[in-house]
């Protein structure tokens, strides 16, 4: 029904940044909540940031202070800004949509030196 689509993964040294971003299909980004979730190897899924159509955000501790998601309406597009990356920041990450209920196919990062 929804279509979801990362990008912006890829191989970054500890310290550095990445924008990953999520595409989805038509103009209906704006309707409902979407988050990130990240899984990394051997590890259960985990929920990393929510932003919701009224433009409010929430994020795992794990994240808080380096992380920053956003979104672009007009663009049918949401983006999470990851500075000071660290190694236990590698995983596939993925995007969800709340209310359809909606998953991306996910973008790797991986953080090492």
């Known amino acids: 029904q929804v279509q979801l689509v990362e990008s912006g993964g890829g191989l970054v040294q500890p310290g550095g940044s990445l924008r990953l971003s999520c595409a989805a299909s038509?103009?209906?980004?704006?309707?409902?909540?979407m988050h990130w979730y990240r899984q990394a190897p051997g590890k259960q899924r985990e929920w990393v940031a929510v932003?919701?159509?009224?433009?409010?955000?929430n994020y795992a501790d794990s994240v808080k202070g380096r992380f920053t998601i956003s979104r672009d309406n007009a663009k049918n597009t949401v983006f999470l800004q990851m500075n000071n990356l660290k190694p236990e920041d590698t995983a596939v990450y993925y995007c969800y949509a709340g209310t359809v209920d909606s998953w991306g196919q996910g973008t790797q990062v991986t953080v090492s030196s």
């Open positions: 932003i919701r159509s009224g433009g409010s955000t």
């Open positions: 038509g103009s209906i980004s704006s309707l409902y909540a």
